[in-house]
């Protein structure tokens, strides 16, 4: 399950850029696995496929994205490489 919440989290960070703001995962059954939505502010929210959040990720003006668990506590950030 933590490697499927890390690949969901790297493709809705992704994706962000992109006009879809809701993006929903899969298992090879058709079931949803999860999901990853951005509101208006730019966080973006993870779902489990009962619904229940499991992580937010937010990215601020530097361009640095810090992930955080259900909790709120924040379990690793990501920076783009500086030019």
Do not use: Y
Not at 18 to 39: E, H, K, Y
Request: no cysteine; aromatic share 4%.
């Amino acid at each position: 399950m933590k490697i499927l919440t890390i690949i969901a989290l790297v493709l809705a960070t992704t994706m962000a850029a992109s006009a879809q703001t809701s993006t929903t995962f899969r298992d090879a059954g058709g079931r949803i696995t999860g999901t990853a939505t951005t509101d208006s502010n730019g966080m973006q929210t993870f779902r489990d496929g009962r619904g229940r959040t499991t992580a937010t990720a937010t990215t601020d003006s530097n361009g640095t994205t810090t992930f955080r668990d259900a909790s709120g506590r924040t379990t690793g950030t990501a920076s783009r490489p500086r030019r």
